[in-house]
């Protein structure tokens, strides 16, 4: 229904378009959740509006360019740099006029876009919302978007904004009534507060812990009468949208924490009683008086951490003792509350001017923090704290959790440990191996694959024996996952380590129920880059490798013969830094990202890697990929021999896992079944519906290829297979794209 319109928007002539109808068009695409560009790629209408919009920008008005930015945030599709800097620019232009719900719309659309616009410009924005505070005409969903856009873009307002912006939400919060606070904006208010390093009155918390504590009361009643005779209509039963679920009570405690303000007893145990309490505990894989003590001591002193950094006074994290600093960073990592830049840089120089006092744990735990963040810390703290570590090794004095945090934490942040530090490790690592829990034993291993330290033969020999017997049922599915990559890895290393085959064949069972492969928007512009003219490469999306354990998110046949895998890497593949901030193209990969391509490459395949920035900001599509394939194949002829070798050793370990005699005749059954599996899985999970032109091709194709081999072995396909195939073919009658081939 929308396409035919949509693609006549698009070869339109611009001129005729205004710019209120474009704001509209973008507007209910939105409220449609209607994606052009995932639906309909080929249609190009997403690129031709922002086009449209850009010549149009001077002529827009100013709900026309609050609508276009709530639209855009709604779709999740960030457009081009010029456009958002022309939106922004004329949102600064237009400020004056902006009603209430168009600057919270604005605020709200650039931080869920994740796009900070010039200081100026939201210092702008800030006096419109100011002034709006002081009025006191925001409406309570209004002001939790303002002032949460605002903090989500790291921009701190001024303190008398922030005063305005808490007593503009003392009347809603009194309302017994709508149109009062919900809770998921209280708790985004109240979160913001905390963020920008505001501390409300006694009163302002006084009336928010009430609110909290009534609905708190009120869901209590209801869960407790469930499935009882009680009249629930005299308990007045609350909408979910009124409730407070685990996100919304989370940023409540963690707000209050920094605020340093204490919950009374009954309301602590209130929230104990909730879900979400739990939700927490579970977070933190801690038990519920641990949990307490994080959130009372480390969040406190995070609180108040935070708050003076971004006061200026950063003194506060010179006074702190290492332990502190050790343990602070350690709480927000078990929270999964990254900290800012600045507290970051300030944290830092405190545990670097204190390291002389921190225990082998502090140093582990400082270690284990910056890779849960992924965030490269300075490269004198990394030596610093293993310098420290190395201390206690020499001493005797270090725990097994110790050794396997901090290699864990070198290997995520794709850092080599200094020599020295590296061969004391190993070695201890050999003589307390009795001592090691399973997860610090993966750990371990993982860390040293990525790494590239073989583990001394007494350690390796002490492992080989440990997996004979080992108990693996209460094994998380991390671990098991470690364990399988570190046995590929032994193999091609030529380590000396000794899987179990029925271990082997558990771990890789597990490797393949747990990697759901998912197509994303960015991976899906690559491949239609390079399946369409003039490029025409032979491409498969998501093919799995001989062995069905890995799989690449594109393989190119390329003319020559080579095969190359084109990785399409996101912002969760790179490390973040002080210096990478604005620096995109100094980012690096992480040391599980590493070792995903170098395993591809022990495999025969040569590895092309998509950074997102470089795609997002390349025009001439055509010729970037033209010269990153060209640079990679240059790179293979140069280490051709060595990578022959590679995929010789590989072959024989793919036959080498087949149990029975035939083996060439039992591994393509094998990789048959397990085509057929996962035809047959995504089958189940949809059918035809969400599936754009794109996967539906990479889709039919792949059945097609299953059903020929089949054919050939005398095997038909399921009757839910065919039935599958039977409707991507009837939709192909209808749509020339979708071919197979």
């Not at 490797?511 to 025409?536: D, G, H």
């Not at 140069?638 to 010789?648: I, P």
């Not at 089958?683 to 990479?698: D, H, T």
Request: hydrophobic share 40%; aromatic share 8%; with cysteine.
């Amino acid at each position: 229904v929308l396409a035919s319109p949509l693609t006549l928007t698009k070869t339109q002539d611009t001129k005729e378009i205004q710019s209120q109808e474009l704001a509209n068009i973008l507007i209910g695409l939105a409220r449609l959740k209607y994606d052009p560009e995932l639906h309909h790629p080929e249609a190009g209408v997403l690129p031709a509006m922002s086009r449209a919009m850009l010549q149009r920008m001077g002529t827009f008005k100013a709900q026309e360019v609050a609508n276009s930015v709530w639209a855009f945030a709604h779709l999740g599709r960030l457009p081009s740099l010029d456009l958002m800097a022309a939106l922004e620019l004329r949102a600064m232009e237009l400020c004056s006029e902006l009603k209430v719900q168009e600057l919270s719309n604005i605020l709200w659309g650039l931080a869920t876009l994740g796009r900070t616009p010039p200081p100026e410009i939201l210092a702008v924005l800030e006096t419109r919302v100011r002034k709006y505070a002081l009025a006191k005409q925001f409406s309570p969903q209004d002001l939790a978007n303002s002032t949460w856009g605002l903090a989500k873009l790291e921009h701190t307002p001024r303190p008398e904004t922030l005063v305005a912006l808490e007593e503009a939400a003392l009347p809603p919060l009194t309302r017994p009534q709508s149109p009062g606070f919900k809770p998921m904006e209280l708790s985004m208010f109240v979160w913001s507060l905390a963020t920008s390093g505001h501390t409300p009155s006694a009163e302002f918390l006084d009336i928010c812990e009430r609110r909290l504590e009534h609905t708190l009361v009120v869901q209590q009643r209801q869960r407790n009468t469930r499935g009882s005779t009680v009249s629930v209509k005299a308990l007045r039963p609350l909408a979910e949208s009124h409730t407070f679920d685990d996100q919304a009570l989370t940023n409540i405690v963690w707000a209050y924490a920094m605020f340093g303000r204490k919950f009374r007893r009954e309301l602590s145990q209130l929230i104990d009683d909730q879900d979400a309490a739990r939700v927490v505990d579970k977070r933190l894989a801690l038990e519920s008086g641990s949990a307490k003590m994080l959130i009372g001591s480390a969040c406190l002193s995070w609180g108040e951490c935070e708050m003076r950094v971004k006061g200026g006074a950063r003194q506060v994290h010179d006074n702190m003792e290492g332990r502190a600093v050790a343990a602070l960073l350690w709480g927000m990592a078990r929270l999964q509350q990254k900290p800012s830049q600045r507290a970051l840089s300030a944290l830092q120089t405190s545990a670097m001017r204190h390291a002389e006092h921190l225990s082998e744990k502090g140093a582990s735990n400082i270690l284990w923090a910056f890779g849960t963040f992924f965030h490269t810390p300075q490269e004198s703290l990394l030596a610093r704290m293993q310098a420290v570590l190395h201390a206690y090794i020499l001493e005797g004095a270090v725990q097994p959790q110790a050794l396997a945090n901090s290699m864990w934490a070198l290997a995520v942040l794709d850092t080599e440990p200094e020599a020295h530090f590296a061969e004391a490790v190993q070695a201890e690592a050999a003589r307390l191996f009795p001592a090691f829990s399973p997860q610090e034993v993966c750990n371990f291993l993982w860390a040293s694959v990525v790494l590239g330290l073989e583990p001394e033969p007494k350690l390796l020999e002490q492992v080989n024996h440990w997996l004979l017997d080992v108990d693996m049922s209460t094994w998380t599915s991390s671990e098991i996952n470690q364990l399988c990559q570190v046995d590929i890895a032994a193999m091609h290393k030529g380590w000396p380590l000794a899987v179990p085959k029925e271990i082997q064949k558990f771990c890789q069972e597990n490797w393949m129920a747990t990697s759901l492969y998912t197509i994303s928007k960015l991976q899906e512009s690559v491949y239609m880059e390079l399946t369409r003219s003039p490029l025409q490469l032979e491409s498969i999306m998501e093919p799995s490798v001989p062995d069905g354990i890995l799989s690449t998110d594109i393989l190119v046949r390329h003319p020559s013969g080579l095969e190359i895998a084109v990785e399409v890497d996101g912002p969760n593949h790179y490390l973040k830094s002080q210096s990478t901030i604005q620096k995109l193209d100094e980012l690096r990969i992480d040391g599980s990202t590493r070792l995903r391509n170098w395993l591809l490459e022990q495999r025969g395949y040569a590895v092309m890697v998509v950074p997102w920035f470089e795609w997002e900001r390349t025009k001439e599509r055509e010729a970037y990929l033209t010269a990153k394939i060209d640079a990679t194949v240059r790179d293979y002829c140069d280490r051709v021999g060595e990578l022959k070798e590679r995929k010789m050793i590989y072959e024989s370990y793919a036959r080498g896992i087949q149990k029975e005699t035939k083996e060439n005749e039992i591994h393509e059954e094998w990789l048959r079944s397990l085509r057929k599996k996962e035809l047959d899985q995504w089958a189940k999970l949809s059918g035809m519906k969400g599936y754009s032109k794109m996967r539906k091709a990479v889709l039919l194709q792949a059945i097609c290829e299953y059903e020929a081999k089949n054919e050939a072995g005398g095997k038909p396909m399921s009757d839910e297979l065919r039935t599958f195939k039977d409707q991507m073919e009837r939709s192909r009658a209808d749509n020339p794209r979708l071919t197979a081939d």
